[in-house]
């Protein structure tokens, strides 16, 4: 979930495979189930291209998906007094 403080870092090409089972594409190795060798898109335009082309090839649920990282700075905790 994100929060003020994410900021979107790239997107990731997923294909849902199963009840809460999905995939990360990468054009090199083809499917995975590690999103860490999943191809981190820069753009979102770039992975919908990706996208559009492995649908045409299946009837699966392929979706591009955004992913979040911390943008650096420390939230200020309020002091209860």
Request: aromatic share 8%; charged share 45%.
């Amino acid at each position: 979930m994100e929060d003020e403080n994410d900021v979107i870092v790239g997107y990731l090409v997923i294909r849902e495979i199963g009840d809460d089972e999905v995939q990360f594409w990468n054009p090199e190795a083809g499917w995975n189930d590690d999103p860490d060798d999943g191809k981190l898109y820069e753009t979102e335009e770039e992975a919908e291209r990706d996208a559009e082309t492995l649908r045409a090839d299946n009837n699966d649920t392929i979706t591009v998906e955004p992913v979040y990282g911390d943008d650096g700075e420390e939230e200020e905790e309020e002091e209860e007094i």
